[in-house]
């Protein structure tokens, strides 16, 4: 089974603050995606990885950074938190290529508020 | 832009079957899944149509029209079980890799 674990299921910060969110998988994939989820507005991307040091932003990715410095890791950063940043934080990998690309596996998510 | 339309809450009976539409505007479109999603869990893939038709999984199946833009969820002999969301996601082929863009959820709510 493919498994991708995240750091922490709740985080309290305080505004301000540089705040990590880690998130690992096991299965060897290529890519890996940190998305953000609020009710009614679905998942959104912030930032996606498809190797080792390669990212790529996606759709909403102002505020945060990533790092990927080995291929089963991906670290969601947010250089200054602020509280329109309180979400539901999703990681989740994929396989690269059109064959697989379109299956991501999640992991359980990282509530976070910031006060 | 990118833009997907579902709607955001059905209610249905158990045993009772249920269609979710999508329709999705989107550059480099390659195919669409469905994710499921129970309250406090995380998505898990449903299934997925990069050609037009049917594609049937169980009590579940997809429907892709390219064409018309597109596709549906059909959910079958509904269970309490099948209460969750519902989120279709559009497969875009970008120049550094795939990307899905998700759309803002459909809530089933099945009741006895």
């Known amino acids: 089974d493919v498994k991708v674990t995240q750091s922490s299921r709740y985080l309290v910060k305080r505004t301000g603050e540089k705040v990590f969110l880690e998130c690992v998988q096991d299965?060897?994939?290529?890519?890996m995606f940190w998305y953000r989820q609020d009710p009614g507005l679905g998942l959104r991307l912030i930032y996606f990885?498809?190797?080792?040091?390669?990212?790529e932003k996606g759709d909403i990715p102002e505020g945060y950074s990533v790092s990927r410095e080995k291929k089963e890791r991906f670290s969601l950063i947010l250089e200054s938190a602020s509280t329109n940043q309180t979400s539901m934080y999703l990681c989740?990998?994929?396989?690269?290529?059109?064959?697989?690309?379109?299956?991501?596996?999640f992991g359980p998510g990282t509530r976070l508020t910031v006060l | 832009g990118q833009s997907l339309e579902q709607p955001s809450e059905v209610t249905a009976v158990e045993g009772a079957i249920v269609q979710i539409n999508c329709t999705y505007q989107?550059?480099?479109?390659?195919?669409l899944s469905w994710y499921q999603q129970h309250d406090g869990g995380a998505p898990t893939f449903l299934s997925y149509?990069?050609?037009?038709g049917l594609e049937e999984t169980g009590r579940f199946s997809s429907f892709l029209s390219r064409s018309d833009s597109y596709g549906y969820l059909l959910l079958q002999e509904l269970q309490m079980k099948d209460s969750a969301s519902y989120f279709c996601?559009?497969?875009?082929?970008?120049?550094?890799?795939?990307?899905?863009?998700f759309g803002g959820g459909t809530r089933v709510l099945v009741k006895p």
């Open positions: 989740a990998s994929s396989l690269v290529g059109l064959a697989g690309s379109h299956e991501q596996f």
């Open positions: 149509n990069a050609l037009d």
């Open positions: 299965m060897d994939h290529e890519n």
């Open positions: 989107t550059s480099g479109f390659y195919g």
């Open positions: 996601a559009v497969s875009r082929i970008g120049a550094a890799g795939n990307k899905l863009t």
């Open positions: 990885s498809y190797d080792v040091k390669m990212k």
